[in-house]
C-alpha cells in the first residue's frame, strides 16, 4: 500500500481512505495503492465489504490533471491505467461502497461506478467536467453512466460537463442512498447491510440503454446543442459518439472508443489551451509579493456611489454575495432609474430561472437607496461608479475620503483612467484600488484589480479574495491606460475598422472573427457597447496621438450621423425593434465613400487577414503590456481576455494563441503588417526576442521568477 491510500478494518468491513491532498487526484501512486487494497481485501476472509472514502475535504476530484501534460509531451504520466483498476474493483467478490463528500468529478466519479453501491452526503457532488478540459471521461465513464442514469442524462453530462448535486444524482440513480450526519459510519451500516447480497457490476447493468429508436432524437438533439453552445469545440461531440458506442456496442468495445476518442482529444491543441485555462485560473490569485498570510480587511457592508448600469450591476453583485450595500445617486430621479433597473434585472433572473423570487426579495431588501453620503461612515468598501471623466472622479474621490472611516477601501470602477491621480484627490492613496467591472456587470465573470502605485497589500489581497467571494474572477493589473483588456482592444478594434476602410464589409469582420471563436465580431460589440462611447475617448485622447499616424475614422463618422449603435437603432448594423443586426447597404456605401475620399486603395480582403490583423494586433499589445510588467504573466492576459472580452476558451487567450501557433511566426506576420502599414504594427520588442529566441510567452514569466 502506498502512502496515499489506507486500509483498515472495521469490525468485518475494510475501510479504503484516499490521501491524496489537496482534491485526492488520481496521481501516480493512488491507482496502485486502490488496487493492492482490492487485492487484500479480495484474499481477506474476515472482510465481508469495504468502504471507499476520501480522506479531508473530498472525495476524489479526478485524474491528476498535472500528468496530462507529461503524457502528450512523451513524458510518461500515470492516469491511463485507470480503466484497468476500475475493472478489478468492479470484478472485485465482496461489495465495495463508495462514500463520497466533497466532488466525485472524472475519474473520480468513474471510479465511483466501478463500485457496487454509492451513498454521498447530501453536500457532495458528482460530475464528469472533461468537455471542460477539451477531452471526455477516459476510464469508461461514458460507458457506466449511462447505464446508470439511462441514455440522456449521461450525454447531458458528459458533453456539458455540468455537475449534479446529491440530490440528483440519487435520482438520477447514480447514487444509491444519501447519508444525513457522519458519512463513513453510514457507509459502514450501509456495507453491513448489503454485505451479503450479490454484487451488481455497473458495466452488466444494460437495462436502461434504451432502443435506437428512442436513442436517435437524444442524440441528434446533444449534437445540436453542442454545436450551438460550445461553438467550435471538438470534446462535446466527442463525448456524445462515445455515450452513443454504450448503445451500440458491448462494454469492452465502447471501452475501446471511448479510449481512443479520450486520446484524440488529449492530444488536442484544444485540450491543451483548456488545461491552461484551469490552472490559469487558479494561478492569477497568486500575488508574488503579496503572501497568503497578507491581513485581509473584513467586508461587511459596502456603499457604491452611481446607480447607473455598473452601479447597478455591482451593487447586485456584492447583494447577491450577501453584503449589504448603499446605492447613492445625486438626484432622486436618476436613484429611481438606477433602481428600477435592478427590479428589471432581476425579475429576468427569475424568469430565467436563475433566482428564486425569495432569493430576489432578500437580496433587494440589502440594497439601500439613497441621495447622501450620511452612512458611508459605516461602510468598509467604497466603490465609485460615476460617469468616467477625471475632474468628476476626484470629486467624489475627496468626498469619500472626508466621509468614509479609517481603513475602509476605496474602489473606482473606471475603465481608462489613471488610479493614482484618482487617488491623489484623496490623503490616503494606500487605500485606493481600481475594480473594473464588465458590462454587465451581475453576469460577465471578470474583475480587472487595478494596483495603484500607492495601494497597500491588505487592500489589493482583500480585493482579489472579494472577487472571489462575488462569484468573479478577479486579475490584478498595472496602471496604465486601458489597464489591460482595454488597451489591448483598442488596437484590435481600431484594426477592425482600418479593414472596413481597405474593402472589407462589416459582416466579413464580424463572421471571420465569430467563426474563430469569439463570442461577438468586434464591430457588433461596438454597437452593443454604443460607438459614442469610443468616439467620446478617442476625442477626449486625441491630443495624445502621434501626429501623421493613421487613424480609424469611420466610426466616428458614424457617430456624427448619430449612429450610435443598438442604442440608437443603427450603427455599423440596422436594428430591428428585437434589436436584431441586419446589414446596411447605406453604411457599406458610406465606408466606401469616405476611404475612397481619403485615398485608401480599396482591394478584396481574406478572411484569414481579418483574424491575423485583429488577434495579432491584441497579441502585440499584450506582448509590449507583459514587458512593461502591466500583467504579471501571460496567462493573466488570457484569463482576462476569456472572461472579459469573449475570447474563446478552446484556443486558450491570446497569449496562448500566439505560442500555440508559434511566436517566429506571429513575428514574421506582424512584421509583414508593419511594412503594409507602418508604425502602428511595430513590433513589440518582447515578441520579436522570444521569437528570435525560439521561446513563448509562457516562457516569460519563468525568466522573471528566475531573476527575481
Ligand atoms: C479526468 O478525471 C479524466 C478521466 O476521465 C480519465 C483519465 C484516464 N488534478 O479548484 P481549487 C488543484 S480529468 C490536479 O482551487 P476548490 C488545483 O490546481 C479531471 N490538480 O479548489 C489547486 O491547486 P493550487 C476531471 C487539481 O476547493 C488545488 O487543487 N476533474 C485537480 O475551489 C485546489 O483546487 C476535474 O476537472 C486535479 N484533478 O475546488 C475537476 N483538481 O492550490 C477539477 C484540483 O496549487 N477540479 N487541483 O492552485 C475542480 O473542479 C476543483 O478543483 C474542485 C475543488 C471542485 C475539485
Redesign the pocket.
Known amino acids: 500500500m502506498s502512502d496515499l491510500v489506507q486500509l483498515t478494518k472495521d469490525n468485518g468491513i475494510a475501510v479504503i481512505t484516499v490521501n491524496n491532498p ?2 485526492n ?3 501516480p501512486g493512488v491507482p496502485e495503492g486502490i488496487a493492492a487494497a482490492i487485492e487484500q481485501i479480495d484474499q481477506d476472509d474476515s472482510v465481508k465489504a469495504a468502504v471507499l472514502i476520501g480522506g479531508g ?2 472525495f476524489i ?8 501534460g507529461k503524457i502528450t509531451s512523451g513524458k510518461s504520466g500515470g ?2 491505467e ?2 484497468s483498476l476500475l475493472l478489478k474493483i468492479e470484478d472485485c467478490p465482496k461489495p465495495v461502497v463508495m462514500a463520497i463528500h ?2 466525485a ?4 466519479l ?1 471510479l465511483a461506478m466501478s463500485g457496487h453501491y454509492r451513498v454521498a452526503v447530501p453536500s457532495a ?1 458528482v460530475g ?3 468537455v ?2 477539451g ?5 469508461a ?1 461514458t460507458q457506466r453512466l449511462p447505464r446508470l442514469t439511462g441514455v440522456g442524462k449521461a450525454v447531458e453530462m458528459c458533453a456539458e460537463g455540468n455537475p449534479s448535486k446529491a440530490a440528483d444524482a440519487l435520482k438520477f440513480g447514480i447514487l444509491d442512498r444519501l447519508i444525513e450526519g457522519d458519512l463513513l459510519a453510514g457507509a459502514v451500516a450501509f456495507a453491513r447491510e448489503i454485505a451479503d447480497k450479490p454484487v451488481r457490476k455497473t458495466r452488466e447493468r444494460n437495462e436502461k440503454l434504451g432502443s435506437a429508436d428512442e436513442n436517435a432524437t437524444i442524440f441528434a438533439g446533444a449534437r445540436e446543442n453542442a454545436r450551438k453552445k460550445q461553438r467550435g469545440m471538438l470534446a462535446p461531440l466527442a463525448a456524445i459518439d462515445a455515450v452513443e458506442a454504450a448503445t451500440r456496442l458491448p462494454f469492452d468495445e465502447g471501452s475501446k472508443l471511448e479510449r481512443k476518442l ?1 486520446l484524440d482529444c488529449l492530444f488536442s491543441d484544444q485540450s491543451k489551451a483548456l488545461i491552461h485555462i ?2 490559469g485560473e ?2 492569477v ?2 500575488i508574488p509579493d503579496i503572501p497568503k498570510e497578507t491581513p485581509l480587511i473584513p467586508v461587511n457592508t459596502a456603499a457604491v456611489v452611481g446607480a447607473g448600469t455598473m452601479g447597478g450591476g455591482i451593487a447586485m453583485v456584492l447583494a447577491n454575495a450577501g453584503i449589504p450595500v448603499l446605492l447613492k445617486e445625486a438626484d432622486q430621479a436618476a436613484l429611481d432609474k438606477g433602481l428600477g433597473n435592478i427590479q428589471k434585472n432581476y425579475a429576468t433572473s427569475v424568469k430565467r430561472g436563475r433566482f428564486t423570487q425569495s432569493f430576489v426579495d432578500e437580496r433587494l431588501k440589502l440594497i439601500q437607496p439613497t441621495l447622501s453620503y450620511d452612512s458611508f461612515r459605516n461602510a468598509d468598501l467604497v466603490i465609485e461608479a460615476v460617469f468616467e471623466g477625471m475632474a468628476l472622479k476626484k470629486e467624489v474621490f475627496a468626498e469619500l475620503d472626508r466621509v468614509s472611516k479609517p481603513g475602509a477601501i476605496l474602489a473606482s470602477n473606471t475603465s481608462t483612467l489613471d488610479i493614482d491621480e484618482i487617488a491623489s484627490s484623496t490623503a490616503r492613496p494606500q487605500a485606493v484600488i481600481g475594480t473594473h467591472f464588465f458590462s454587465p456587470a451581475n453576469v460577465m465573470r471578470l474583475l480587472e484589480i487595478v494596483r495603484g502605485k500607492a495601494s497597500s497589500k491588505e487592500v489589493i489581497a482583500t480585493c482579489m479574495q472579494l472577487s472571489k467571494r462575488i462569484g468573479k474572477i478577479g486579475v490584478l493589473v498595472g496602471n496604465c491606460r486601458g489597464f489591460v483588456g482595454n488597451r489591448m482592444f483598442h488596437p484590435y478594434v481600431r484594426e477592425s475598422v482600418f479593414l472596413l476602410e481597405e474593402g472589407a464589409s462589416v459582416e466579413a469582420v464580424d463572421s471571420a472573427l465569430y467563426d474563430f471563436g469569439m463570442a461577438m465580431g468586434p464591430l457588433a460589440v461596438g454597437d452593443l457597447a454604443g460607438l459614442d462611447v469610443g468616439w467620446r475617448i478617442r476625442k477626449e485622447y486625441r491630443h495624445l496621438e502621434k501626429p501623421g499616424i493613421r487613424q480609424a475614422f469611420a466610426g466616428d463618422r458614424l457617430c456624427e450621423l448619430g449612429r450610435y449603435g443598438q442604442k440608437s437603432g443603427a450603427g455599423w448594423y440596422k436594428y430591428d425593434e428585437n434589436r436584431r443586426a441586419i446589414p446596411d447597404p447605406e453604411v457599406a456605401g458610406l465606408i466606401r465613400k469616405w476611404s475612397v475620399e481619403s485615398r485608401i486603395p480599396q482591394r478584396e480582403v481574406s478572411k484569414q487577414e481579418i483574424v491575423d490583423r485583429c488577434v495579432y494586433a491584441l497579441v502585440n499589445e499584450g506582448a509590449r503590456i507583459l514587458e512593461e510588467g502591466y500583467a504579471l504573466r501571460a496567462v493573466d492576459i488570457d484569463i482576462i481576455y476569456l472572461n472579459g472580452y469573449g475570447f474563446p476558451a478552446h484556443r486558450g487567450g491570446p497569449m496562448w494563441y500566439a505560442d500555440t501557433i508559434g511566436l517566429e511566426k506571429v513575428y514574421d506576420r506582424v512584421r509583414e503588417f508593419h511594412k503594409q502599414h507602418g508604425e502602428l504594427w511595430e513590433p513589440a520588442p518582447l515578441l520579436k526576442r522570444l521569437a528570435e529566441e525560439g521561446k513563448r510567452f509562457g516562457d516569460f514569466h519563468k525568466e522573471q521568477s528566475a531573476t527575481a
Not at 476530484?61 to 496530462?68: H, P, R, S, T, V
Open positions: 489537496p482534491v487526484a488520481l496521481s475535504k473530498t476530484a479526478g485524474a491528476d490533471i498535472k500528468e496530462f492516469g491511463l485507470l480503466p466533497g466532488s468529478f472524472g475519474g473520480g468513474e457532488q464528469q467536467p472533461e471542460k478540459l477531452i471526455i471521461p477516459g476510464a465513464g479520450f484551469f490552472f487558479r494561478e490569485a497568486k
